[in-house]
């Protein structure tokens, strides 16, 4: 059979196919000559521009809108920082932040800390799965009545914190009443993933992890809610805290250091990682970050505690604390280094041009959890 008449048979398909679907359009072509479900409308950025990178190895990346993300890791991990900082950069592009708590555990001074404008931020206070996916398919159905243009996005802290309805009038002592979560969650997921993947809407979940017990080989680690969330999610970051961050001397804790694995990744290269300082009166350190990539890649010279890299043919010298000072000083100079720490941190492989010889192997399963 040739080309074109292949073609041509496909076009017929998807015009048979789109006339039974009448209110939904189901064949699509994937030529780029109109828009798709399998199109990435646009990214809202973590607040490190390290970790964008990672997720979805791009310029101006970050986590994709119309799709789900789970941020999962242990108690204070930045789970919740990570998550109020993309709620945070959703109202800079001028969208509407939803943030729909189950923990109890914020407070308006803290989201005010990590730039939140609090007074247009939509904050919703349930306590059981049925009422989050409730409220999230209210959510999803009015602004497809009132405003489908606007860029919003809905954070979930934490899907392990909350209850089923099950469990609230439960007798602990019984068994199988726990199960009923996993099980109201995957109803839940195979719709909302639906209803908000043609819709500029990115669905966020933060999710606590939870050891195994009795595993003695793979990943010991799984999270609450059961299986679908992990399977429903375009991305699953997992956060560890990597150690204090201390000043003075007295050693006070003013942060943390953070890594950030990509788990699962549809949006670009899974397994990659990103390290940023988290810091509890500010959030994420972005430019801290950004100097760390630079002198990984040896992009500039470091002398004891002064650095130097050459901008417009001339050195540019500073100590880490200037760092930022020197970006504003210098026009141009902060999208000149972005443009560096892009080149280095995306990742171009082609597997084509590599032979056995050229790969290394471990034991280590992908995705075995």
Not at 83 to 97: D, R, V
Not at 112 to 131: A, K, M, R
């Amino acid at each position: 059979m040739s080309i074109s008449a292949k073609d041509e048979l496909a076009q017929v398909l998807a015009d048979n196919l789109n006339k039974q679907f009448k209110d939904t359009k189901v064949a699509y072509f994937l030529d780029g000559s109109n828009a798709t479900p399998t199109d990435i409308k646009e990214f809202i950025s973590t607040g490190s521009s390290i970790l964008d990178l990672a997720i979805s190895n791009r310029p101006n990346g970050g986590i994709a809108v119309g799709r789900i993300t789970e941020i999962n890791g242990l108690e204070s991990s930045g789970k919740s920082l990570i998550g109020t900082h993309i709620l945070s950069e959703t109202q800079k592009k001028g969208g509407l932040a939803v943030y729909i708590d189950t923990e109890t555990s914020v407070s308006r001074e803290w989201l005010e800390t990590i730039g939140v404008d609090v007074q247009n931020l939509l904050y919703l206070h349930v306590e059981t799965v049925e009422d989050i996916f409730q409220c999230i398919e209210n959510i999803v159905t009015k602004i497809r009545e009132s405003d489908r243009e606007r860029l919003v996005t809905i954070l979930v802290d934490s899907l392990a914190g909350a209850s089923t309805k099950v469990e609230m009038e439960a007798d602990f002592e019984k068994d199988g009443w726990a199960t009923s979560k996993a099980i109201i969650v995957s109803k839940a997921m195979r719709k909302i993933t639906q209803m908000i993947g043609r819709e500029r809407i990115a669905l966020v979940f933060t999710n606590q992890l939870r050891q195994k017990l009795g595993v003695m080989f793979g990943d010991p680690w799984t999270t609450s809610g059961g299986k679908a969330l992990p399977f429903h999610s375009s991305t699953r970051i997992r956060l560890k805290n990597m150690g204090q961050i201390k000043v003075g001397t007295k050693k006070d804790v003013i942060g943390m250091k953070c890594r950030a694995q990509i788990i699962k990744n549809r949006l670009g290269p899974p397994l990659r990682h990103a390290d940023f300082n988290l810091y509890f009166d500010s959030g994420i350190d972005d430019k801290g970050s950004w100097l760390q990539v630079l002198k990984d890649h040896k992009l500039l010279k470091v002398a004891g505690a002064w650095y130097t890299l050459e901008y417009k043919g001339k050195d540019v010298k500073f100590q880490s604390k200037d760092f930022e000072k020197k970006l504003e000083e210098h026009d141009g100079l902060k999208e000149h280094l972005y443009d560096l720490i892009c080149e280095a941190s995306i990742l171009k492989y082609q597997s084509v041009d590599l032979g056995i010889d050229d790969v290394e192997y471990t034991d280590e399963v992908v995705g075995d959890e």
